[in-house]
């Protein structure tokens, strides 16, 4: 193990790319993935990785690239944020249903518009449905082990799926915190050697990208449908591994202060820091509650959350993104699959921090508040409403 | 030409095809409604219908043009129209 | 390797048939010339069109090379990805012997390089990645059923510029491709049609063979496009170059010069032959032929006859 050093989110998702030393990076600039790119674009020009550096003219050849890249048989990654992520969305279902391995580190800012530059997670939430892994993280230590093990997840064979690693804008990318990395030989260890070939590494020439109509496109669909549902099995067996190698032990859906409460509120990324500060001081209070941090978003942990949430009366979903004229994402999709269980617990949703509007303890003292009122009295039980908001 | 469609448990993933050039399992010829027939007695070996069929349907034998691949060939008749020497005529393709 | 037809048959082709092009389409010659010219190992990217959609329909592919397409404008970029890739690999001694030498070529209709795909290109020349991009110029949106693009020349009957009571086709000239590309100052860059197949194949295996990006524009007559029979591409390419409706263009080394017909007309050593010539064939212009449009027909004249100028000019003529 190495010693900590200070990173800010956005570093410490270069840093893991860096002691990865993929073949291939093309990334192109935005606020506020920059210093992603920048921080590598350094790496490259210090002889640190081996890395080709495709310096490209927009996110949506950076996708392209990294697909070529990654057709071709290399390690290929990008970064990107907001209306880049936007600006690739072509591509980025182009890659997952190639399935090629792709790693990108999206740190979430709200779409345009009009133009914002800071974050919420309607640009990831946008590409739910676009075959790619998700996975969500709310420090920067977080971030770099998430990195780490996503390229396990990713490569395994029975996977073969693209992963986007996402942090919150300026929140996690442009904060310092101490993140205590691996070492280079460690990394390198447990990414192992690349499993799969491409355009260049094949022994015999193959197509790739084929016009597929009626008579297979059905068939392939449901092989990226498989390969989605295998997904989970490999996220246990890599995080056991990685818990066991360097003491860091990860789950699917990280669980605080759980074992005793009735009621517990669920977000995704850094605002579940806040969260944590608000649980601990309601626990002194003697207010049973705590908290749920789902760490994927897709695939979406239904089974895990079937089993998880009916230990609880009462639970509050925060969504960082809005579904107009629909229920906001992870409330609705949790609602779905607590569909039909009994014991389901009584649910409310929140929609938070649009834009990159603070969620402060205030605001979610507000929610511990309404979520004991909706343990007590089922008032607000299937709703949601915006928290924060001026009228 | 009838092929047994794989199911998803037996196709290869990311809609990759593996054997390359296998168009040639799939025939053209079908489509034609005009037929190149080649006269080898007056074809002088030039090859330019070789270097100007679309669909690789030229038959080369013993480095000589020997007349048409018929599984492939559309009947389009640029060999014919290209032909220094008229060695080949497009005949009505009967069904 | 001397490009002769002799050796040319022996060696393996690059497109099999049983692929689904229109009967007579002269595209899969120019994929046949452009891949034939070097013995190299080549993995091509493949744009959204015609000539990507009907090879690969699954399980079927005529391709005998590594190829892909990713989508409509962006093959420059896969192409660029792909290239980097093969310098990162060959770094740590991951490229198959049989790839070592590979050459990475990509090939777009007009649709996906004058329009949608321009920026891509525009990207990877700046880049400079060792790359040859084809550009099949069939002058139109022909895949999805033949709408006017950037490329279509004044006077084109298309399903976006239909003719009439108020419309003769197009009002607008070609945007000129060749010099947007040269402008990038690549070290090689040409235009050539597939009936002058020595000319073809020789800027094909010059600008393979030339380190760094390099571009060529192929005049590619399109059947449907153009409502022309199935069998007169090759005499049809030849009257665009004697009219000088595409002239036979090369830029090396920042230096412009003329080739094939096109040079021998410059010289005076082959009449310039009036554009009605190559618009009277095509059902695409047959609308100009009446009373109401023939001063179309002069606008197109001035048209070629600017162009052929501009180019003559930057050849020394």
Partial sequence: MGKYIALTGAESAAFAMKQINPDVVAAYPITPQTPVAMKFSEYVANGEVNTEYVTVESEHSAMSATVGAAAAGARAMTATASNGLALMWEIVYIASSMRLPILMAVVNRALSGPINIHGDHSDAMGARDSGWIQIFNENNQEVYDSFIMALRIAEHPDVLTPAMVCQDGFITSHSVENVMPLTNEQVQKFIGKKKFKGLITADKPFTMGPLDLQDYYFEHKKQQHEAMKKVFAVVEEVQNEYAKEFGRKYSVIEEYRTEDADTIIMGLNSVMGNVKTVVDSAREKGIKIGAVKPRFFRPFPVDYLRDLLPKFKAVVVLDRSDSFGAMPPLYSETLAALYGIENAPMIKGYIHGLGGRDTNLAMIETVVDNLQKLKDTGEGNLTFEYLGVRE | ?95 | ?317
């Fill in chain 2, 1 to 95: 030409m009838t092929e047994t469609k794989k199911g998803w448990k037996d196709l290869p993933i990311g809609g990759n095809i593996l054997e390359a050039g296998n168009s040639q399992h799939y025939f053209t010829g079908t489509w034609r409604t005009y037929k190149p027939i080649t006269d080898l007695d007056k074809c002088i070996n030039c090859l330019q219908c070789w270097m100007f069929c679309p669909d690789n349907s030229i038959v080369i034998k013993d480095g000589k043009m020997d007349g048409q691949d018929y599984d492939h060939c559309k009947g389009c008749g640029v060999c014919a129209a290209i032909c220094p020497v008229k060695a080949i005529d497009m005949i009505k393709e009967e069904k």
């Fill in chain 3, 1 to 317: 390797m001397a490009l002769t037809l002799k050796d040319l048959i022996n060696k393996q082709i690059p497109l099999n048939g049983g692929h689904r092009m229109c009967g007579g389409c002269p595209v899969p010659v120019i994929v046949k010339q452009v891949l034939m010219s070097t013995d190299h190992p080549k993995i091509i990217g493949n744009a959204t069109g015609c000539l990507e959609v009907a090879t690969t329909i699954y399980p079927y592919t005529a391709w005998n090379h590594p190829w892909i397409h990713n989508a409509f404008e962006n093959v420059a970029a896969t192409v660029s990805g792909i290239e980097a890739a093969h310098n990162a690999l060959s770094r740590i001694g991951e490229v198959p012997e049989h790839n070592k030498d590979a050459k990475f070529i990509a090939f777009a209709g007009d649709g996906g390089t004058y329009d949608i795909g321009l920026q891509s290109l525009s990207g990877a020349l700046e880049r400079g990645h060792n790359m040859l991009y084809v550009c099949y110029d069939n002058e139109g949106y022909m895949n999805t059923g033949i709408q006017r693009s950037s490329a279509t020349p004044i006077g084109a009957n298309t399903t976006t510029t239909p003719i009439g009571s108020e419309s003769y086709g197009k009002t607008q000239s070609r945007k000129d491709l060749l010099s947007i590309v040269a402008a990038h100052h690549i070290p090689y860059a040409a235009s050539t049609s597939p009936h002058n197949w020595m000319d073809a194949m020789k800027k094909s295996k010059k600008a393979i063979e030339t380190q760094g990006p390099t571009f060529l524009l192929y005049f590619a007559p399109c059947i449907p496009g153009w409502k022309i029979p199935s069998d007169v591409w090759k005499k049809l390419s030849e009257t665009a170059v004697k009219t000088c409706f595409w002239p036979l263009i090369e830029f090396e080394d920042g230096k412009w010069s003329l080739t094939g017909e096109s040079k021998l007309i410059a010289e005076g050593k082959m009449p310039k032959i009036p554009v009605e010539e190559f618009l009277k064939s095509q059902g695409r212009f047959k609308h100009l032929f009446t009373d109401k449009n023939k001063h179309v027909i002069e606008i197109i004249q001035k048209d070629v006859d600017k162009s052929w100028n501009y180019y003559k000019g930057l050849a020394g003529y």
